[in-house]
């Protein structure tokens, strides 16, 4: 069965370095989302790509964040510098299209920033 | 702007008791309405979703959920609990205004007593 595929798992690092994080979606699937979920907390979008454009990253905080997806299939969440705060679980999920909001999520990559 | 809320963020029931979990939404136009659930470490699993027609959807694992647009609700029910339903539940809404943009509640985590 396909899945949302995402590296590292696991993350840990101190605050001001920077941390990348990866996620390859299903084959074919041209949406793209990066949600961070803090501990205890609903995941919250952070940004949305359609095939290699943003279509939505009202909530990503762009002093720090970047997120790209160049060639419209995998896609990479960048955090320049990290804060004790970014300490959380960033998911990525994909879907075929944007129209029903079925989405498939990957397992996940939890940050911990010291 | 949608909005989810999910009363009870922990809920404790008896193995082959009855499960509920609630969920309430606001949105400016027919929403779609999902439940995801969360093994610890993983990512969100898909458990049933809302778009038109019938009103009492049928998920995996025995779970249903209906949806009630004179009370915006859409609660949670799966008739006898197992141990393996342990797990956090989100509620979801989709913004078909704004890219069918998930919007997630805080979530309501399940404790199976044997």
């Known amino acids: 069965e396909a899945e949302v595929a995402q590296s590292p798992r696991y993350k840990i690092t101190e605050k001001s370095q920077a941390v990348a994080f990866w996620c390859d979606p299903i084959s074919g699937h041209a949406t793209l989302y990066w949600y961070r979920q803090i501990l205890g907390q609903g995941p919250e979008l952070l940004v949305q790509?359609?095939?290699?454009?943003?279509?939505?990253d009202s909530q990503l905080p762009k002093d720090r964040f970047s997120a790209e997806r160049l060639k419209g299939v995998d896609s990479t969440l960048k955090i320049q510098p990290a804060e004790l705060g970014d300490s959380a679980m960033y998911l990525c999920?994909?879907?075929?299209?944007?129209?029903?909001?079925?989405?498939?999520f990957g397992e996940g990559s939890r940050l911990t920033v010291l | 702007a949608q909005s989810v809320t999910q009363l009870g963020s922990h809920v404790s029931v008896s193995e082959g008791a009855l499960v509920l979990l609630r969920c309430n939404y606001s949105s400016s136009v027919p929403p779609y309405l999902f439940w995801y659930v969360q093994y610890p470490n993983q990512g969100l699993q898909l458990l049933l979703k809302y778009t038109t027609g019938a009103t009492l959807v049928k998920g995996i694992n025995g779970f249903e959920a209906e949806f009630k647009k004179s009370e915006t609700s859409f609660h949670l029910t799966k008739p006898s609990a197992h141990m393996s339903d342990a797990a956090e539940y989100f509620c979801?809404?989709?913004?078909?205004?704004?890219?069918?943009?998930?919007?997630f509640g805080g979530g309501t985590r399940v404790l199976v007593k044997p």
């Open positions: 999920a994909s879907s075929f299209g944007a129209d029903t909001g079925e989405l498939f």
């Open positions: 979801a809404v989709s913004d078909q205004a704004a890219g069918n943009k998930l919007t």
């Open positions: 790509f359609q095939d290699e454009s943003v279509v939505d």
